[in-house]
């Protein structure tokens, strides 16, 4: 449906910020919301932030109060801007997007937080 190419990820110290990109190309007219979502090693993929084209975002509660879920490029590129970064934050982000019949899933981003 929609291919998703992902940015921003890398290695920075607790306390820092990293700002992550999701950009969607193909059939993004039936797009109706994004999200991020990450996978440490040994866990399961887990929600971070959502949004959709019409309603406001969500966020895990680990994420509530430091990232920042919102949309740009006329709502086919999602932003996630993470601050306070702990270690625990350290996984591979995905991207993906939520269609009107299925989801297609980006490559996914490596971030690592460790002093």
């Known amino acids: 449906q929609v291919q998703l190419v992902e940015s921003g990820g890398g290695l920075v110290q607790p306390g820092g910020s990293l700002r992550l990109s999701c950009s969607a190309s193909?059939?993004?007219?039936?797009?109706?919301?994004m999200g991020w979502y990450r996978q440490a090693p040994g866990k399961q993929r887990e929600m971070v932030a959502t949004?959709?084209?019409?309603?406001?975002?969500n966020y895990s509660d680990s994420a509530k109060d430091r990232f920042t879920i919102s949309w740009a490029n006329a709502k086919t590129t999602v932003n996630l801007q993470m601050n306070n970064l702990k270690p625990e934050d350290t996984a591979v982000y995905y991207c993906?997007?939520?269609?009107?019949?299925?989801?297609?899933w980006g490559q996914g981003t490596q971030v690592t937080v460790v002093a």
């Open positions: 193909g059939r993004v007219f039936s797009i109706y919301g």
């Open positions: 949004l959709t084209t019409t309603g406001p975002a």
């Open positions: 993906r997007a939520d269609q009107y019949f299925g989801y297609d």
